[in-house]
């Protein structure tokens, strides 16, 4: 497996909101640049998707996955995993832990961890982890914090 990368983002909203966003599959395409559609595939029996299907168009990435998911019961932690591999990738893992601020702010942290089914060389592998986790925390960012544009 891939090494891991993390990054973290403090969002001024409560940690439940910032989650109703992550949770909110079908709008990735209204406020992700790369993200052309998400799919629920299955539902816990709670309504929580279990399983989403993604295409992403990311320029030099584009690929079409299912990730598998599975959250704390208070929201805290939302992880995933690729079911199987796809064109590009042949694994992912992935989390975000949200944190209450003192100031009714929420610290996010979000780790990745992708192995690419093509070769990169590491350095170039970073620096593309590195833009693609900096704008998916700015862009989460930015719809918790728009009012009227979350739930």
């Excluded at 003192?102 to 970073?126: C, I, N």
């Amino acid at each position: 497996m891939a090494d891991s990368s993390t990054q973290s983002i403090v969002i001024d909203a409560a940690p439940d909101r910032v989650a109703a966003v992550i949770c909110d599959f079908p709008s990735y395409p209204e406020w992700t640049d790369a993200v052309r559609a998400a799919t629920v595939v299955e539902e816990y029996e709670d309504g929580y998707p279990s399983q989403v299907r993604f295409v992403l168009d990311a320029g030099v990435l584009v690929d079409e996955y299912v990730l598998a998911y599975a959250y704390a019961e208070d929201l805290s932690r939302i992880e995933w995993h690729l079911v199987s591999p796809s064109k590009m990738q042949k694994a992912q893992r992935g989390s975000y832990d949200l944190v209450a601020n003192d100031d009714g702010g929420t610290t996010v942290t979000y780790t990745l961890e992708v192995e690419l089914a093509v070769g990169m060389l590491g350095m170039f592998r970073r620096k593309a982890e590195k833009m693609i986790m900096d704008a998916a925390l700015k862009q989460l960012k930015r719809r918790v914090e728009t009012p009227g544009a979350a739930q």
